[in-house]
């Protein structure tokens, strides 16, 4: 006969929206059967999703389950696109996301899609270019990467083509 242990530790890592969750167990013989069976039964469609749930709310109820939610900073990468076709006026090719939210600590690449060359260039609130992320000119298919280690809305230039603006919204 399998004895049960009396709590079970589950950490929980949150991170954005997404949800994990691992179980810590030095083998699987620790795992009572009674619980295996539950989420084989599951797993097989014998039980349905609310009576599992149900079953697993029991454990955590009862103290079996612990579960530990631990937040972790998230380190992202993220694109922008400067599209063909962005250095016309009346082209439709703006950057792409225009308005790009990410994390702090997240580094951004901007890649030149277009046929042309571009620069990108921070803009304070008046729509002044200040030194804070600066690329020299980009030609195509060059990159030009910056880490945003604040929050904040940053908003940036093409200064060969004024009329492309964007923005990166540092959370």
Not at 46 to 54: D, G, M, Q, R
Not at 99 to 125: A, F, K, R, Y
Not at 150 to 156: A, L, R, S
Request: aromatic residues 10%; glycine residues 6%.
């Amino acid at each position: 006969m399998v004895q049960i242990p009396k709590k079970i530790i589950l950490p929980v890592m949150t991170l954005a929206i997404l949800v994990s969750f691992s179980a810590n167990f030095a083998s699987a013989e620790t795992v009572p059967e009674w619980v295996k069976n539950n989420a084989l039964w599951y797993g097989q469609g014998t039980i349905t999703e609310s009576e599992f749930l149900n079953a697993m709310k029991f454990l955590i109820e009862q103290g079996i389950l612990v579960v530990e939610i631990e937040q972790e900073s998230i380190i992202q990468d993220a694109m922008i696109a400067i599209p063909n076709g962005n250095s016309e006026m009346s082209a439709a090719g703006f950057y792409l996301p225009l308005n790009l939210e990410i994390p702090v600590g997240s580094t951004v690449t901007w890649v030149n899609d277009d046929s042309v060359p571009h620069n990108i260039q921070s803009m304070d609130l008046k729509g002044n270019v200040i030194q804070l992320f600066n690329s020299p000119p980009l030609e195509t298919g060059d990159r030009f990467e910056f880490t945003f280690e604040d929050e904040g809305v940053y908003k940036y230039v093409c200064t060969f083509h004024p009329w492309r603006v964007g923005m990166v919204t540092v959370s």
